[in-house]
């Protein structure tokens, strides 16, 4: 079964800086796909920015990029610029590709999320 | 406009009652889930539905039961044998049965059973 693991409960940083959370995972799989979710005070997930193993490339999208290390299993976020309403609880998921049958097919596996909070 | 809705947003309950917790998109979408919520934790598998008229058990199916009847709506039973029933469930969806695609997810609904 796969894991994955925030060791850092909470993290702040001031606005316009730039921050990093950390995510690390456990698999035995070589293609699968990892993401990061933002979870707001409204508690609606909203999708950051998402990352296949099999690319290289980090993905990008605007302020949001991801340093992915496949063989450190390591999926850390960066945040640049940081904005208030970058404030919220953000989680990595991991989802398998699974195979015929298999029951992780389609499934994410979340850690357990990352408070941030932005200071003005 | 497209997207997921659960309702209702708060509900409340005795303990011992059965509740079902709602979920419709209207995304196309094939694969439909149930998530928990606690505290200070992160999200986990319930069920999970690929396609109608199937469904698997996720990692803590135990005292939960759903249907997939038609492919817009997944709904979530909370039967009274769910020890621990008080928490935050997200119902979500993705667009393909293979699953290739992130998933997308309602607003969710915080149950209280008291």
């Known amino acids: 079964a796969q894991t994955v693991t925030q060791s850092q409960p909470e993290m702040s940083v001031q606005e316009a800086e730039t921050v990093t959370l950390s995510c690390t995972y456990d698999t035995s799989e070589s293609d699968y796909y990892l993401f990061w979710y933002k979870q707001p005070p409204s508690r609606q997930m909203i999708l950051v920015i998402r990352?296949?193993?099999?690319?290289?490339q980090n993905a990008t999208e605007n302020r949001f990029s991801v340093n992915f290390q496949k063989a450190a299993k390591s999926f850390s976020l960066k945040i640049s610029d940081s904005q208030l309403g970058d404030a919220a609880m953000y989680f990595c998921a991991y989802r398998s590709l699974g195979g015929a049958g298999g029951t992780s097919y389609g499934k994410l596996t979340f850690g357990q999320g990352t408070i941030l909070t932005v200071h003005p | 406009d497209g997207g997921i809705t659960q309702s209702p947003k708060y509900l409340f309950r005795k303990e011992g009652q059965n509740v079902t917790l709602s979920c419709e998109q209207n995304l196309n979408h094939d694969a439909m889930y149930w998530y928990r919520q606690d505290p200070g934790q992160g999200l986990r598998l319930i069920y999970y539905s690929q396609i109608v008229n199937d469904f698997q058990k996720g990692d803590i199916a135990e005292g939960y039961s759903v249907s997939r009847e038609k492919k817009e709506s997944f709904p979530l039973t909370v039967t009274s044998a769910q020890k621990n029933p008080t928490a935050f469930y997200l119902c979500?969806?993705?667009?393909?049965?293979?699953?290739?695609?992130?998933?997308?997810f309602g607003p969710g609904t915080r149950l209280t059973v008291t």
């Open positions: 990352q296949e193993a099999y690319k290289q």
């Open positions: 979500a969806s993705s667009p393909r049965r293979t699953g290739m695609h992130e998933q997308y």
